[in-house]
């Protein structure tokens, strides 16, 4: 059994789908960062310094002044906010994602569309023609 999940883990797509999971990973990150840190401030002051982190609804009794303080009073929010970021994030990445796998179908078409070489001629035919060429030189010389 071990050795049959080691065949099963060593397996070219297995190993490829967690190099992939790991970049994903790596590079969803990266676009979270870009969402929080440089689109969403200019996005917030460009609408009245609004910043979406701090948009929520609370349920029930109270006002918060911020999201980090009605978390931690307790209160049970409603985070729209953060939902906004995430939405934002998760159409970049989407975006990002969508260019490579054009990218990588675009060069896979080119090769399909490359001419492929011409067949080989039958061992028969190639025979042939070294006959003839052989008796077409004696009959010229």
């Not at 967690?18 to 676009?31: M, P, R």
Request: net charge negative.
């Amino acid at each position: 059994m071990l050795k049959d999940f080691k065949d099963f883990a060593m397996r070219g797509n297995v190993v490829d789908l967690a190099v992939g999971f790991i970049l994903g990973g790596a590079f969803s990150t990266i676009v979270k960062s870009m969402v929080d840190d440089i689109l969403m401030p200019p996005l917030g002051l460009a609408l009245g310094g609004v910043d979406f982190t701090n948009l929520f609804i609370t349920l029930g009794e109270g006002e918060y002044e911020s999201l980090a303080a009605a978390q931690e009073a307790g209160a049970a929010t409603i985070n729209y906010g953060l939902f906004i970021n995430n939405v934002i994030a998760f159409l970049i990445l989407a975006f990002a994602l969508f260019l490579i796998i054009r990218g990588m179908n675009n060069m896979k078409k080119k090769e399909e569309e490359a001419p492929a070489a011409p067949p080989a001629p039958p061992k028969e035919q190639v025979l042939l023609e070294e006959i003839r060429d052989l008796l077409a030189k004696e009959r010229a010389s």
